[in-house]
């Protein structure tokens, strides 16, 4: 089904949310939107005047998931809805399509068939899942993990952030603790409309993906304990340096990820993305070092070759250097596939728009691969400009935006119900 | 001359001292006593009050250096002084010793010249000097530079902590931005007793050691600038990782220094002391790196080739990883000889009360170095176990702080003209 989509208006809703958390950037535009924030706050209120003037029915759960419900005229309220949205928050520094653009295709879609006057038999729900990107409370996906079971309400509401400051309070002091929970096991499916983050629709040269895979991923804390001293008083032979140890995990996560890259899976990745020293002084010798590491693929085999390359790294640290490591895996999600029958779904949308798209796999991850453990889930990928997210030069043109919703709606519609 | 001092009077001013901002530690004792905080506060009012206990006539400088003058009865008072001390703050979970030690060792080198009827010609200067460590506002070494004139008093209060506090407006805070400039210039010779940091006199035995070069100290402030992307979706060989370019510097500056300590100069030392990375978040590859690099040496030709190094390091890092790089050097002192009339005291000054002495050179900077440049300096060593410090592990027995501010006390009346 193909639907035609108000490029201008959805372009309005992603530039009115790119001001929320702005930051100065030397290129491109950035904003800094952690979960809870004043900017979340101004975000949240943005997205549900939206919902209201599109005449859906607003919710907000306890964890602050934020759902829109259109109940077409005719349809079955009874019946399980379908659901797309995204998340609104972002990573410090980040981009202004990483999320929003999925969220507001969501409401678009709806406006679309609202305008069109296509009445699918299914309720539609846009979906804005609180703090996809981890940067407070969790290590990423928080939202969809208590609406699809995996994390109570009540364990969530308890995360605390760097400075004890629990979701539950963050959410108060916003305005967006709601009531009950937004449960993503009554939904009859599921779409995610996202920045591809990578080159593969650029190179291509094609508008739309269509997820096959998401990737696995795994996060593990490291840490590093050798001995704070003196950086003048004591001899070169004499030191447990602990940030010397972690440079070479860094460089042996580097190069155990392109090992497997060069050899096994293209998709692999491996980063040291964090590292937080002490006591972080120029003149003393660093005696302790958190670092957090991220590992991913579509192979879960080669997402463990990472991390055994990680655990054998810090026995020979702790063999050659001295020090002590820890090493814990506060985060692990197995690679997951994504329904057939919507990935068809968004593919004969693309052919009615006269759209291309293409099948390919997401390095990121996303909401959907909750979702997709308890109901049929789809991911679709706009073209990201040379690649770049999580960066204030993340770029997606309005053309490709537009054209992303257009097969995000077509898809939606089909699916819902329309005829 | 051999004078006796009254070693639970010192213990009771170190212990005092200690207690201001305590930290919590595993083992040992630590503080952390920034310049201009309430710690330091109560560090300093301390201090007033146990130097008015001794009858000292009390100032404080415009930058907060404190000096406590006795004029001996008969003494000269428009004569040159002899001054002596060191500093009370502390690096983030220092230790006790490094600091106080040689602030109430002068402290109590004048109660014990009073207690004994010993009345030199000289008057006598007890000294704390502001931010030794550098921790806050300046590099180090801050209220010794305004003392010799190496930096001017308004340049010192404009200096800014990282929120933009200047270090005026901190003194102000605390009641200790007084008038005027302590001159050092004026002068006849300063003593400074402080823990070795080091293993020198703990493997010798030796309870006081008399320092005959003080190391050159460099500081470089590097900074590694990659691009911030996506940790999943940015393959591996498309990655621009500025964290993965400065773990390599990090192992560059270890191995330069350890093969400049294997080959030329056992004394050198280089430390990447702190390290901190933009956005610093598990799933972003980090885009920016700044890098606190730490170089000493008794010989300034070693510390060059260390220096150098790190150049080449960088220029490599630009060539083989794309990085862009900076390094400034805002901080470079020479190795610093001491006064050979004072060294010789100090050894009289052991060899008068029965305890050992032995030359060495330190590997730690200090407001003496500063002050030998326009007076005659000299600074002795108690021994520190295990070489620990900056660190609350940091420890000297109390017969060796006894010990070593009694041969400081016997050398501060010899060269302050006592008979």
């Given at each position: 089904?193909?639907?035609?989509?108000?490029?201008?208006?959805?372009?309005?809703?992603?530039?009115?949310?790119?001001?929320?958390?702005?930051?100065?950037?030397?290129?491109?535009?950035?904003?800094?939107?952690?979960?809870?924030?004043?900017?979340?706050?101004?975000?949240?209120?943005?997205?549900?005047?939206?919902?209201?003037?599109?005449?859906?029915?607003?919710?907000?759960?306890?964890?602050?998931?934020?759902?829109?419900?259109?109940?077409?005229?005719?349809?079955?309220?009874?019946?399980?809805?379908?659901?797309?949205?995204?998340?609104?928050?972002?990573?410090?520094?980040?981009?202004?399509?990483?999320?929003?653009?999925?969220?507001?295709?969501?409401?678009?879609?709806?406006?679309?068939?609202?305008?069109?006057?296509?009445?699918?038999?299914?309720?539609?729900?846009?979906?804005?899942?609180?703090?996809?990107?981890?940067?407070?409370?969790?290590?990423?996906?928080?939202?969809?993990?208590?609406?699809?079971?995996?994390?109570?309400?009540?364990?969530?509401?308890?995360?605390?952030?760097?400075?004890?400051?629990?979701?539950?309070?963050?959410?108060?002091?916003?305005?967006?603790?709601?009531?009950?929970?937004?449960?993503?096991?009554?939904?009859?499916?599921?779409?995610?409309?996202?920045?591809?983050?990578?080159?593969?629709?650029?190179?291509?040269?094609?508008?739309?993906?269509?997820?096959?895979?998401?990737?696995?991923?795994?996060?593990?804390?490291?840490?590093?304990?050798g001995e704070a001293n003196h950086a003048g008083a004591t001899h070169m032979h004499d030191r447990t340096d602990?940030?010397?140890?972690?440079?070479?995990?860094?460089?042996?996560?580097?190069?155990?990820?392109?090992?497997?890259?060069?050899?096994?899976?293209?998709?692999?990745?491996?980063?040291?993305?964090?590292?937080?020293?002490?006591?972080?002084?120029?003149?003393?010798v660093?005696?302790?070092?958190?670092?957090?590491?991220?590992?991913?693929?579509?192979?879960?085999?080669?997402?463990?070759?990472?991390?055994?390359?990680?655990?054998?790294?810090?026995?020979?640290?702790?063999?050659?250097r001295g020090?002590?490591?820890?090493?814990?895996?506060?985060?692990?999600?197995?690679?997951?596939?994504?329904?057939?029958?919507?990935?068809?779904?968004?593919?004969?949308?693309?052919?009615?728009?006269?759209?291309?798209?293409?099948?390919?796999?997401?390095?990121?991850?996303?909401?959907?691969?909750?979702?997709?453990?308890?109901?049929?889930?789809?991911?679709?990928?706009?073209?990201?400009?040379?690649?770049?997210?999580?960066?204030?030069?993340?770029?997606?043109?309005?053309?490709?935006?537009?054209?992303?919703?257009?097969?995000?709606?077509?898809?939606?519609?089909?699916?819902?119900?329309?005829?």
């Amino acid at each position: 089904m193909d639907l035609p989509v108000d490029a201008d208006r959805l372009r309005d809703d992603i530039e009115a949310t790119a001001a929320f958390g702005d930051v100065d950037a030397a290129a491109g535009r950035g904003r800094t939107v952690l979960a809870g924030t004043e900017a979340n706050r101004r975000a949240r209120e943005y997205l549900v005047d939206r919902l209201d003037a599109a005449g859906l029915d607003v919710t907000v759960d306890a964890v602050g998931n934020v759902a829109g419900r259109w109940v077409p005229e005719g349809a079955d309220s009874e019946a399980a809805p379908v659901a797309a949205g995204s998340h609104l928050d972002s990573v410090p520094e980040g981009g202004i399509f990483d999320g929003p653009l999925g969220v507001y295709a969501a409401l678009e879609a709806v406006r679309a068939m609202r305008d069109a006057g296509v009445t699918p038999d299914r309720p539609v729900v846009v979906v804005s899942f609180t703090e996809e990107e981890g940067q407070r409370f969790a290590d990423g996906l928080l939202g969809s993990s208590v609406a699809v079971g995996e994390r109570t309400v009540d364990e969530a509401l308890a995360l605390e952030d760097d400075d004890g400051v629990t979701l539950g309070e963050a959410l108060e002091s916003i305005g967006f603790r709601g009531e009950g929970r937004l449960d993503a096991s009554g939904w009859d499916a599921f779409y995610e409309l996202h920045i591809e983050q990578d080159t593969a629709l650029e190179a291509a040269g094609v508008p739309v993906g269509v997820v096959t895979t998401i990737t696995g991923i795994t996060h593990l804390d490291v840490e590093i304990r050798g001995e704070a001293n003196h950086a003048g008083a004591t001899h070169m032979h004499d030191r447990t340096d602990a940030l010397a140890a972690a440079a070479e995990l860094v460089l042996d996560v580097e190069a155990a990820a392109t090992d497997v890259v060069d050899t096994t899976s293209d998709s692999a990745v491996g980063t040291v993305g964090s590292l937080d020293v002490s006591p972080n002084a120029t003149n003393v010798v660093p005696g302790r070092v958190e670092a957090g590491v991220d590992v991913r693929d579509a192979e879960y085999g080669s997402m463990e070759a990472i991390v055994d390359a990680v655990r054998d790294a810090l026995a020979r640290l702790e063999d050659e250097r001295g020090v002590d490591t820890a090493c814990s895996r506060p985060f692990d999600l197995a690679p997951t596939p994504m329904a057939e029958r919507l990935r068809e779904a968004a593919h004969r949308a693309g052919e009615a728009a006269g759209l291309e798209t293409m099948d390919l796999h997401s390095g990121a991850a996303h909401d959907t691969m909750h979702v997709a453990s308890v109901t049929d889930a789809s991911l679709l990928f706009a073209p990201s400009r040379d690649g770049i997210s999580h960066n204030p030069r993340e770029w997606t043109d309005w053309d490709d935006c537009a054209d992303a919703t257009r097969v995000l709606a077509g898809a939606l519609a089909e699916t819902a119900g329309a005829e």
